[in-house]
């Protein structure tokens, strides 16, 4: 039982910044934006968090400073994509570029050498937990968001048709804006839980990929709040395996390409066709 208790909180732990992210990614594409950028977006959180905190010496002014570094990378693209008609993908991809090499330089600048900054007051395991609530909140009330209020409803129509939003009077290029910015807050806060829940520190390369997995979980999930938390914790339990099938002998670099692979596989399809909002990528 102690073990079963240990692999649940590991899978927890692994799950909560793919929930943050696969939250921002369903935001975005209900929206009607193809949200490319979630893994800049999760370093530029980390690395702002670990920054803020070194030189304030609080957890809680880093976690400030995170949000806003995830709401510029999506609030960045929201406005690309929207009054200057940008391709999406081009432009989360350029994202992901400029926040992951901007960290990797902001690491020499704090600690002289590259890699790794120096440790960093964090918020250690109460605040890790806190996090872990905080992302299942996140899911219950995006979803009461999106199907049980007048925004969600206009939102989920810009994704669809918005021609159609625009007949009724509203603008859905500010919708857009408006759901990458809350998506900015969602994806900070997944890259907070790295460097300051799970971790002291950002190493270049934390995010490894995770941003890309929450876009399969957004898939996975049906592009559902609740859908796509709920496969965000699969990859978690697929990540938090690793630890227990090297202890029986498997190869270890098979155990950490086991979720890469898996969210390839969603990506393409093998799992089931579904339905992506008719207007997700799609620029108006």
Same mark, same amino acid.
């Given at each position: 039982?102690?073990?079963?208790?240990?692999?649940?909180?590991?899978?927890?732990?692994? #799950?909560? %910044?793919?929930?943050?992210?696969?939250? $921002?990614?369903?935001?975005?594409?209900?929206?009607?934006?193809?949200?490319?950028?979630?893994?800049?977006?999760?370093?530029?959180?980390?690395?702002?968090?670990? $920054?803020?905190?070194?030189?304030?010496?609080? %957890?809680?002014?880093?976690?400030? $400073?995170?949000?806003?570094?995830?709401?510029?990378?999506?609030? +960045?693209?929201?406005?690309?994509?929207?009054?200057?008609?940008?391709?999406? =993908?081009?432009? !989360?991809?350029?994202?992901?570029? &400029?926040?992951?090499?901007? #960290?990797?330089?902001?690491?020499?600048?704090?600690?002289?050498? %590259?890699? *790794?900054?120096?440790?960093?007051?964090?918020?250690?395991?109460?605040?890790? #937990?806190?996090?872990?609530?905080?992302?299942?909140?996140?899911?219950?009330?995006?979803?009461?968001?999106?199907?049980? +209020?007048?925004?969600? &409803?206009?939102?989920?129509?810009?994704?669809?048709?918005?021609?159609?939003?625009?007949?009724?009077?509203?603008? %859905?290029?500010?919708?857009?804006?408006?759901?990458?910015?809350?998506?900015? *807050? &969602?994806?900070?806060?997944?890259? =907070?839980?790295?460097?300051?829940?799970?971790?002291?520190?950002?190493?270049?390369?934390?995010?490894?990929?995770?941003?890309?997995?929450?876009?399969?979980?957004?898939?996975? !999930?049906?592009?559902?709040?609740?859908?796509?938390?709920?496969?965000?914790?699969?990859? !978690?339990?697929?990540?938090?395996?690793?630890?227990?099938?090297?202890?029986?002998?498997?190869?270890?670099?098979?155990?950490? #390409?086991?979720?890469?692979?898996?969210?390839?596989?969603? &990506?393409?399809?093998?799992?089931?066709?579904?339905?992506?909002?008719?207007?997700?990528?799609?620029?108006?």
């Amino acid at each position: 039982m102690p073990d079963l208790i240990g692999f649940c909180e590991l899978v927890l732990v692994k #799950a909560t %910044p793919l929930i943050f992210a696969a939250l $921002a990614g369903v935001l975005c594409e209900r929206s009607g934006i193809l949200n490319i950028a979630l893994e800049g977006a999760l370093a530029a959180g980390a690395f702002a968090a670990v $920054a803020a905190s070194y030189e304030t010496g609080s %957890p809680l002014l880093g976690a400030v $400073a995170g949000v806003l570094a995830g709401v510029l990378v999506c609030g +960045t693209l929201g406005v690309a994509a929207t009054r200057f008609r940008v391709d999406q =993908i081009v432009a !989360g991809t350029g994202l992901n570029v &400029l926040a992951i090499g901007g #960290a990797a330089f902001g690491i020499v600048v704090m600690s002289g050498t %590259p890699g *790794v900054t120096p440790e960093v007051h964090a918020f250690g395991p109460s605040g890790e #937990a806190v996090l872990v609530i905080l992302a299942m909140c996140c899911a219950l009330g995006l979803h009461f968001a999106l199907y049980r +209020t007048p925004w969600g &409803l206009h939102l989920r129509a810009c994704g669809e048709n918005p021609e159609a939003v625009v007949s009724a009077g509203l603008d %859905p290029r500010r919708i857009r804006v408006v759901a990458t910015l809350i998506a900015g *807050v &969602l994806a900070g806060l997944g890259g =907070i839980f790295l460097s300051l829940g799970e971790l002291d520190i950002y190493s270049d390369g934390m995010t490894a990929g995770r941003g890309f997995i929450a876009l399969a979980a957004v898939i996975f !999930g049906r592009w559902t709040p609740l859908g796509a938390c709920a496969a965000a914790i699969a990859f !978690g339990a697929l990540s938090a395996l690793q630890f227990v099938l090297q202890r029986a002998g498997v190869p270890s670099e098979l155990l950490q #390409a086991l979720p890469y692979v898996v969210a390839l596989a969603a &990506l393409t399809g093998i799992f089931g066709k579904s339905r992506a909002p008719a207007a997700d990528g799609v620029v108006f």
